[in-house]
C-alpha cells in the first residue's frame, strides 16, 4: 500500500502540503523507501508525508474538544464539580483529572521549551500557554526579545529542556493519546526538545519515551519505520513502569502482532496491579460519604493528586479486548470453508482464481462447496472455530471489567443535572456576573442537590448481564423519540444519564461484535442491542469532549446490513441510536434548553470566535487531515483523500448550522452538546466483513462429539495463546 505513494506526487501536493509544511522543516530525500529497519525520516520517498509518530495513534479524534482551548483554571474547576457530582457522573473522573494533568504538564513543558530555545530565564510568556495566537508567536520567537532577562547559558538551557522532557514524559505515561492531542496543538518546539536533550544523555529513559513519539516518520509507515529499541531499554531501566509496556503493545498492533500486544498488556496490568492494590476503592468510598453531606458549592475542596483515580486500567483493558476481538477475527476466515464469495475476492487470493481461466470459473466454486457439504468441517476448521469464540469471550470479559468502571441511572432528577450545567456556566462565564444565578443551588436536605438525590444508579457491566435490572424504561419505546418531537406539554422530572468516557461508544459497539462471535442468541443479541442503543444515545462528552466517530460502530452498522438483521431489529440502527433530545426544563427551577445552548457555544468559542474564516477552513482541514491518519479504516491513497473531502464537506455541513445565527434550527429541537448522527463513510474493513460471513456461514454448535473432557495437568501458556482445555470449553 505504501508503494501507491509514489504515484501521485503532483495531485498529492493540495491535500497534504499545509501538514507537511506545519510538520517538518526539512525535505525528505529521495532515498531507497524499502528501509523498514530503520526508524528514520530520511528513508521515505519525495511525495510522502513526514509527521511525528504519535500522530498515527488510533482513536485521537476521540479526545479532541474545548479541553484543549479551555483556561487552566476553568478547566479544574469544572474536573473538580464533576467529581463532587452524584453518580453517575457526567464525565469519567479518572479521564477528567488527566486532561487537567496532562494540560498543565504539557503547558509547562512548553514554557520551558520556548525560554530555552529563546535564550530567556523569565516565564513571563507562561501566563499566554492556554492557546489561541500565543501558541503561534511562541513558536516563531516572537514578542519575548531581550526584555526577558540575561541570555542563558547552555548548560542552563540543557537544563530546562530536561525538565520539559519530563514533564511532556510524564504526560505520556498519564495517557499517551490525549497527550499526543495535546502536543499537536502546542507549538512545535516541542517536536525537538526530546531529540536535543538525548544528544547529551542518549540513555535518558525519560527523554528515549518522548523522542519515540515525536521521531517524525513517513505518514501511515509506523510499522515499517519503527522497532522496539528504545521501548526495550526504557522497560529495562524502569520495570515497575506499566506504561512503557502499554506504548509497546500499540505498536505491536500496528505491525499486526496481536498476540505480543496482548502479552504486554497482560503484563502491564500485572504491573499496574501490583504497584496501585485497591488503590481506586478508598477514594470511591470516600466520594460516596461525602455525597451523604451537605453539598454546598463551598465544600467542594480541590482533590489532591495522590487521591485523584487513575485511568491507566481502563486503558489498558479496552486495549487488550480490541486485541482478542481483532486476534478472534482474523481466525474466521480460517474456521470456515472456502465460500464462492471468496471467488469475488481474487485480490486477497490471486493465486487461484486467475490460473482457472473464465471457463472453469463458475464450476469450480460449486464442486468444491458439494465436496465441502459431503466431507464437512475438517478437523483444523472445528480447531479454529473454538479459538474464535474463545478470544471473543477473552475480548468480551475484558470489556465487561472496562464497563464496570462507569455507571448509568434511569431516574436522575432533571435539578441534579440542571445543576452541573449551572456550575459549567459559573466556571466559563465568572468574569461575566454568571454568579448570580445560584438560585437554584438549593441547600435544603430533601432537594436532589442536597444530601442525597434518591435515584438509582447501576454499573454498566451490570446492564449486559444475564439478569439485567427489570425497573429500566423500556426501550425503544412503542415510538421512537426524536429530537424535533420534545414539546413543552411533556414536563419530565427524571432523566437517564450515562457516565461518559472518549472511548465508550467503541467499546459498546464492540460488545455486539463479540457476541455475535460467541454466538449469543439473535433474541438475547437483540436486547443487548438495545441496550447499547440506549446508551449510545445518551453518551455526551459535555463540556470537554466533543463527538467522535467509532470504528466499531461503522462495523455495527455494516454487519447488520449484510447479515439482512439477522437479530430483528424494530429500526435502522441509525434510528434506535439517535441522540435523545434534551429533557424538558420544569418550569421554575431547570436551565433551559437555549442557556444550555449558549453554554455550550461559550465553551467552544460559538460565533465570538476571533477566528477568521481562511483560518476556521485551515483548522477544519488539518484536523481532517490528522482524523484520517489515525483512522484504521483509511489503507491506501484514495481511502484516505476520500476519508479527508468527507471528514471536510462534515466539518463544514456542522459549521453551516451551528452558524444560523447561533441557536439550532427552530425545527430541530433542543439538541444535545455534541452527538455522533452516525455519518460514516463507507470503507469496509475485514473485521465487519469476516463477523458477517461468521453469521451467514458458522454452524450454532462446533460438533464434536463427546462431552467428556480428558483432565490434564495444566501447563504454563503465553497470555495470548490459548491452551487445549479453553479450546475445549469454548466449544
Not at 452527538?675 to 453469521?695: K, Q, S
Amino acid at each position: 500500500m505504501a508503494k501507491k505513494n509514489k504515484k501521485p506526487a503532483a495531485g498529492e501536493s493540495p491535500t497534504l502540503e499545509p501538514q507537511a509544511a506545519a510538520e517538518s522543516s526539512t525535505p525528505s530525500t529521495t532515498t531507497n523507501k524499502k528501509k523498514p529497519i530503520s526508524p528514520a525520516p530520511q528513508s521515505s520517498s519525495s511525495s510522502a508525508l513526514v509527521i511525528c509518530r504519535n500522530k498515527h495513534w488510533r482513536y485521537i479524534s476521540s479526545f479532541h474538544g474545548p479541553w484543549l482551548q479551555l483556561p487552566l483554571e476553568v478547566l479544574e474547576t469544572l474536573a473538580n464539580a464533576n467529581y463532587y457530582m452524584p453518580l453517575p457522573r457526567p464525565v469519567d473522573p479518572a479521564v477528567f483529572y488527566d486532561l487537567v494533568k496532562i494540560r498543565q504538564l504539557v503547558d509547562g513543558a512548553t514554557d520551558l521549551a520556548v525560554r530555552a530555545a529563546n535564550g530567556v530565564a523569565s516565564s513571563a510568556l507562561s501566563n499566554s500557554l492556554a492557546g489561541g495566537a500565543a501558541h503561534h508567536m511562541q513558536a516563531l520567537g516572537l514578542g519575548f526579545g531581550n526584555n526577558a532577562g540575561a541570555k542563558l547559558s547552555p548548560e542552563r538551557r540543557f537544563r530546562m529542556r530536561e525538565q520539559a522532557t519530563q514533564k511532556l514524559s510524564r504526560a505520556y505515561h498519564l495517557d499517551e493519546i490525549a497527550s499526543s492531542v495535546a502536543t499537536m496543538q502546542s507549538t512545535s518546539t516541542l517536536e525537538n526538545v526530546a531529540g536535543l536533550v538525548l544528544q547529551r544523555s542518549p540513555n535518558d529513559p525519560d527523554a528515549n519515551y518522548v523522542h519515540f513519539f515525536h521521531e517524525k516518520i513517513p505518514s501511515r509507515q509506523l510499522a515499517e519505520c519503527t522497532d522496539f529499541r528504545a521501548l526495550d531499554l526504557i522497560i529495562g531501566q524502569r520495570p515497575s513502569d506499566c506504561e512503557p509496556l502499554r506504548t509497546r503493545a500499540i505498536v505491536r498492533m500496528f505491525k499486526e502482532d496481536f498476540e505480543g500486544a496482548v502479552q504486554d498488556l497482560t503484563s502491564a496490568l500485572g504491573v499496574y496491579r501490583l504497584q496501585q492494590p485497591r488503590h481506586n476503592k478508598p477514594a470511591a468510598d470516600e466520594t460516596m460519604q461525602l455525597e451523604q453531606k451537605t453539598r454546598r458549592r463551598r465544600d467542594q475542596p480541590p482533590l489532591d493528586e495522590k487521591d485523584q483515580p487513575s485511568s491507566t486500567e481502563v486503558q489498558l483493558l479496552f486495549q487488550r479486548a480490541g486485541c482478542y476481538l481483532t486476534l478472534a477475527c482474523d481466525h474466521v476466515p480460517l474456521a470456515l470453508p472456502d465460500s464462492p464469495n471468496e471467488q469475488n475476492g481474487n485480490s486477497q487470493n490471486g493465486t487461484n482464481g486467475s490460473s482457472n481461466g473464465t471457463a472453469n470459473g463458475n464450476s469450480a466454486p460449486q464442486e468444491a462447496e458439494g465436496d465441502s457439504e459431503d466431507k464437512g468441517p475438517t478437523k483444523k476448521q472445528l480447531e479454529m472455530r473454538k479459538i474464535v469464540r474463545l478470544y471473543a469471550k477473552r475480548a468480551l470479559r475484558d470489556y465487561m471489567e472496562y464497563f464496570k468502571h462507569f455507571h448509568y441511572s434511569p431516574d436522575l432528577p432533571i435539578e441534579v443535572s440542571d445543576d452541573f450545567s449551572r456550575q459549567v456556566n459559573q466556571a466559563t462565564h465568572r468574569n461575566k456576573r454568571y454568579y448570580g444565578q445560584s438560585r437554584y443551588a438549593s441547600q435544603d436536605p430533601g432537594s436532589p442537590t442536597g444530601t442525597s438525590a434518591g435515584h438509582k444508579v447501576y454499573e454498566l457491566a451490570s446492564l449486559f448481564s444475564a439478569t439485567p435490572p427489570a425497573d429500566l424504561p423500556p426501550y425503544p419505546s412503542t415510538e421512537l423519540v426524536s429530537p424535533g418531537s420534545a414539546t413543552a406539554e411533556s414536563i419530565q422530572t427524571t432523566t437517564e444519564v450515562v457516565t461518559y468516557h472518549p472511548l465508550l461508544t467503541d467499546a459498546l459497539h464492540s460488545l455486539l461484535l463479540c457476541h455475535t462471535l460467541v454466538q449469543t442468541s439473535a433474541k438475547e443479541l437483540q436486547r443487548h442491542a438495545h441496550m447499547v442503543a440506549r446508551l449510545a444515545r445518551l453518551a455526551d462528552g459535555y463540556p470537554v469532549f466533543q463527538a467522535s466517530r467509532s470504528p466499531a460502530r461503522a462495523d455495527w452498522i455494516e454487519v447488520l446490513r449484510r447479515a439482512e438483521n439477522w437479530i430483528e431489529l424494530s429500526s435502522s440502527w441509525e434510528a434506535l441510536c439517535a441522540p435523545a433530545p434534551l429533557p424538558t426544563p420544569m418550569s421554575a427551577s431547570g436551565v433551559s434548553a437555549a442557556t444550555a445552548s449558549v453554554n455550550a457555544m461559550s465553551i467552544t468559542g460559538g460565533p465570538s470566535s476571533v477566528e477568521t474564516e481562511e483560518q476556521r477552513k485551515e483548522r477544519m482541514r488539518q484536523q481532517a487531515i490528522i482524523e484520517a491518519l489515525e483512522d484504521e479504516r483509511v489503507n491506501d491513497e484514495a481511502s484516505f483523500k476520500a476519508a479527508i473531502l468527507a471528514r471536510q464537506r462534515r466539518a463544514e455541513a456542522d459549521h453551516a448550522i451551528s452558524s444560523n445565527g447561533g441557536v439550532p434550527s427552530p425545527h430541530a429541537g433542543p439538541k444535545r452538546w455534541a452527538v455522533d448522527d452516525g455519518r460514516e463513510y463507507p470503507i469496509l474493513t475485514e473485521r465487519a466483513e469476516a463477523v458477517a460471513r461468521w453469521i451467514r456461514e458458522a454452524p450454532t454448535s462446533s460438533g464434536t462429539g463427546s462431552s467428556k473432557r480428558k483432565k490434564k495437568p495444566r501447563t504454563t501458556k503465553t497470555a495470548a495463546g490459548p491452551d487445549k482445555e479453553e479450546i475445549a470449553e469454548a466449544a
